[in-house]
């Protein structure tokens, strides 16, 4: 295969020995105040073979200049030491004050061996004795300057990502809910999978809370995309829920709550967000909830495994203003497990033109009623992705939230 130039220059690897490929944008600035000795290093680049654009200027106050012009396109300064305006390794330090981009080959005399070791450890690629200079080694000089002004910028910009990355996930772990329970009669099992790649936290949201006064209250939501400023509208309508719940604010007013907040902090009309919200009595007889546009829950019972729907509203942000989500109770003594899901778990394709489906998920539970707490959550799931890996797997944001009795969830 035959090599292709690499845009922004760099190693070209074929067949052959790999060799340095230069950027054609890449410039030389030579800054020399005597006229003799810029003729001399101009004459000497013309017979190096380098087929770059040279600048001559007089002071460093004229090369800073034209360094700025020239951002951010690579140049490699050809600097002397004594200058009209800067003397020493001064004249490095300068030039890298501002145009840290910039790949520098000191121009010394035979006298300045040590002046130019100086000038490296300041920061210069290379140095060079003018007296004595020939085109191979000034042609190489620049060259080598160039690649390794670019291995370090690359290199820096990989270690700054990896440091965004870092601080990026450090920060969704920290937005990822903790249950806040004051007692072991319940028990908290979830799964969380966002649809971007490289993401910790995406537009799903869930969080339980129980209150002092024994009453479990948890939310499960999905907000409308797969970006980061859905997984922030997700974020901040979880710590919006739990921070209500925990001012005694509960039912219809909870989810109008939830709903002006939504419509305030969202960047776009566009978006809106599927919510259930349970609340559990602390005697733990009765379920009650509410659904705006989500889909239903599994709820176990001594009987078997069934989809619970209860009457839905509007998602959020689809109405606003709209005031009449309806609360629905049912008994709760015979509850032993309840589990909320975020439709990417059930959205995922099975076959050409077929989606697993709320149907499809109930079965697949069912086959794993002998199943209690984690084990239950995590077999779900791998049945999930493993039925749908063949086209295309999970790939929405995908939330699952297991609510279960303490000797529910201890049974193996």
Not at 140 to 168: I, T, W
Not at 272 to 299: C, E, I, M, N
Request: charged content about 25%; some cysteine; aromatic content about 4%.
């Amino acid at each position: 295969m035959a090599d292709r130039p690499l845009p922004h220059g760099g190693l070209r690897v074929g067949t052959a020995d790999p060799v340095w490929v230069l950027d054609p944008t890449a410039a030389l600035l030579l800054v020399e105040d005597d006229a003799g000795d810029a003729l001399l290093v101009r004459e000497t680049l013309a017979d190096s073979g380098l087929s770059m654009d040279v600048t001559w200027c007089r002071t460093l106050a004229e090369a800073r200049a034209f360094l700025e012009r020239r951002r951010p396109s690579p140049v490699c300064v050809l600097l002397d030491l004594h200058l009209p305006d800067t003397q020493g390794v001064d004249a490095v330090r300068l030039v890298r004050e501002g145009h840290s981009e910039a790949a520098v080959v000191v121009l010394t005399g035979l006298a300045e061996n040590e002046a130019g070791l100086a000038a490296v450890a300041a920061g210069a690629q290379d140095f060079l004795a003018k007296d004595g200079l020939g085109p191979e080694a000034l042609g190489r000089a620049v060259r080598y300057a160039l690649q390794r002004k670019q291995v370090e910028r690359s290199a820096a910009e990989v270690q700054a990502g990896r440091l965004l990355a870092r601080e990026n996930a450090r920060l969704e772990r920290g937005l990822l809910p903790v249950p806040l329970l004051r007692s072991d009669r319940l028990k908290v099992f979830s799964r969380y999978s966002p649809g971007r790649d490289h993401a910790l936290l995406g537009g799903d949201f869930f969080d339980v809370v129980e209150t002092a006064d024994g009453t479990l209250h948890a939310v499960i939501g999905d907000v409308s995309g797969h970006g980061a400023v859905e997984a922030a509208l997700g974020v901040c309508l979880r710590v919006a829920w739990r921070a209500a719940v925990l001012t005694g604010c509960v039912g219809i007013e909870l989810v109008r709550l939830l709903e002006e907040i939504l419509c305030a902090e969202r960047g776009e009309e566009y978006l809106f967000a599927t919510v259930t919200v349970l609340r559990l009595d602390a005697d733990h007889r009765r379920l009650h909830t509410l659904r705006a546009g989500h889909p239903g829950l599994l709820v176990r019972t001594g009987t078997g495994t069934e989809l619970y729907e209860p009457a839905p509203g509007p998602a959020l942000g689809v109405v606003p203003g709209y005031v009449h989500w309806p609360e629905t109770t049912r008994p709760a003594a015979d509850i032993e497990a309840v589990t909320l899901f975020t439709d990417g778990l059930f959205e995922g394709v099975v076959a050409p033109g077929r989606r697993l489906g709320e149907d499809g998920l109930l079965a697949v539970a069912r086959s794993h009623a002998g199943l209690r707490g984690r084990a239950f959550v995590d077999a779900v799931v791998e049945e999930v992705a493993t039925r749908t890996a063949g086209h295309g797997g999970l790939a929405d944001d995908m939330a699952v939230l297991h609510l279960t009795k303490s000797t529910e969830g201890a049974r193996p």
